[in-house]
């Protein structure tokens, strides 16, 4: 089992800036990718970022794309998500996923573990 901790969540004005943490811990693997989805009440869970742990190859949602940062630090087994220039729209509970191996995948079903979510409201 792999467990995900997510933190860094809060309530920022409309321009403002969080980072968000995800600490993994329990089994590992030689290869996985982690990402970050959020879920906005009444809609799908959807991508926003990722990261290849081996290699660091990233990847963003077009509407996050320049404003939010995926990063790792190895030694702590934790991903980061700086995010930037919030808007109202970026709203949601914001939570952590890895999946197994080497693919990277954006869709939330490919990912085998989660965190338990950090919430995200920007007042505008």
């Known amino acids: 089992q792999v467990q995900l901790v997510e933190s860094g969540g809060g309530l920022v004005q409309a321009g403002g800036s969080l980072r968000l943490s995800c600490a993994a811990s329990g089994r590992t693997f030689s290869s996985y990718v982690l990402g970050w989805f959020r879920q906005a009440p009444g809609k799908e869970r959807e991508f926003v970022a990722l990261?290849?742990?081996?290699?660091?190859?990233?990847a963003y949602a077009d509407s996050v794309q320049g404003r939010f940062t995926i990063s790792r630090d190895s030694a702590k087994n934790t991903v980061y998500l700086q995010m930037n220039s919030l808007k109202s729209e970026d709203t949601a509970v914001y939570y952590c996923?890895?999946?197994?191996?080497?693919?990277?995948?954006?869709?939330?079903?490919?990912?085998?573990?989660w965190g338990q979510g950090t919430q995200v409201t920007v007042s505008s």
């Open positions: 996923a890895v999946a197994r191996g080497v693919t990277v995948t954006r869709r939330p079903g490919t990912y085998d573990y």
């Open positions: 990261i290849a742990w081996s290699g660091g190859s990233t």
